[in-house]
């Protein structure tokens, strides 16, 4: 796809955790870095967390379906970083953020929702310490420039700062929570998307509810 490796992306186990949630009284999914999950069920939230990475949450409420995607640019080095701009279409980072925004429109449309009546919330591209200041900065910068270029219905957004994110969202009525994760568990997070990072690039190679912010 795209000329690149192909990525599991759709509902696929080994990039989300199921579990049920005793206070919401509901199932929730945890999407890892690099997956995606959509569904149908009225009982299910879908979660994860971000630091530099970006989740995009998209949802027909007509067709009562919705899924969220959490991907990072593919980069090797700094100067790649340096020189990548979201207009290069036909750069690997550009093309992988591209696969894996049509990867969950397109489950969402061939499982019965209309793009003409998505919608969409984006969040996360944080700038954390080190190389993930600029990947954060260049994430933004990518969907923001896909969502104007392909024209999608963003209602809402909270993207870049320094805070890393804990993200909830209903995938059927479209509401989203959002927690600004606290520093002692920044650590852990930015050890997640690494070795998300060091993944990514041998593929390309080869080929409590505080202090939330509701999005409604």
């Given at each position: 796809?795209?000329?690149?490796?192909?990525?599991?992306?759709?509902?696929?186990?080994?990039?989300?955790?199921r579990?049920?949630?005793?206070?919401?009284?509901?199932?929730?999914?945890?999407?890892?870095?690099?997956?995606?999950y959509?569904?149908?069920?009225?009982?299910e939230?879908?979660?994860?967390?971000?630091?530099?990475?970006?989740?995009?949450?998209?949802?027909?409420?007509?067709?009562?379906?919705?899924?969220?995607?959490?991907?990072?640019?593919?980069?090797?080095?700094?100067?790649?970083?340096?020189?990548?701009?979201?207009?290069?279409?036909?750069?690997?980072?550009?093309?992988?953020?591209?696969?894996?925004?049509?990867?969950?429109?397109?489950?969402?449309?061939?499982?019965?929702?209309?793009?003409?009546?998505?919608?969409?919330?984006?969040?996360?591209?944080?700038?954390?310490?080190g190389r993930?200041?600029?990947?954060?900065?260049k994430?933004?910068?990518?969907?923001?420039?896909?969502?104007?270029?392909?024209?999608?219905?963003?209602?809402?957004?909270?993207?870049?700062?320094?805070?890393?994110?804990?993200?909830i969202?209903?995938?059927?009525?479209?509401?989203?929570?959002?927690?600004?994760?606290?520093?002692?568990?920044v650590?852990?997070?930015?050890?997640?998307?690494?070795?998300?990072?060091s993944?990514?690039?041998?593929?390309?190679?080869s080929?409590?509810?505080?202090?939330?912010?509701?999005?409604?």
């Open positions: 796809m795209n000329g690149l490796k192909d990525v599991k992306l759709v509902n696929d186990e080994r990039h989300f955790n579990f049920y949630h005793p206070q919401r009284e509901m199932h929730m999914v945890k999407v890892f870095p690099g997956g995606l959509w569904t149908q069920q009225e009982d939230l879908i979660a994860t967390g971000l630091g530099s990475c970006v989740a995009v949450c998209i949802w027909d409420e007509f067709a009562s379906i919705g899924g969220m995607n959490h991907f990072l640019l593919p980069f090797c080095s700094y100067s790649e970083i340096n020189a990548w701009r979201p207009a290069e279409l036909i750069s690997t980072p550009s093309r992988y953020g591209s696969h894996a925004m049509e990867m969950l429109i397109n489950a969402l449309v061939s499982h019965g929702a209309r793009r003409s009546e998505l919608k969409v919330k984006l969040f996360g591209g944080a700038q954390m310490m993930h200041s600029m990947i954060g900065e994430n933004v910068a990518f969907i923001l420039d896909y969502a104007e270029r392909e024209q999608l219905n963003v209602v809402a957004q909270d993207l870049g700062g320094m805070e890393p994110r804990r993200i969202f209903n995938p059927i009525s479209g509401k989203a929570w959002l927690k600004r994760v606290p520093y002692t568990e650590h852990h997070l930015q050890q997640q998307e690494d070795k998300y990072a993944q990514l690039g041998r593929e390309t190679l080929s409590h509810d505080d202090e939330v912010e509701m999005f409604e």
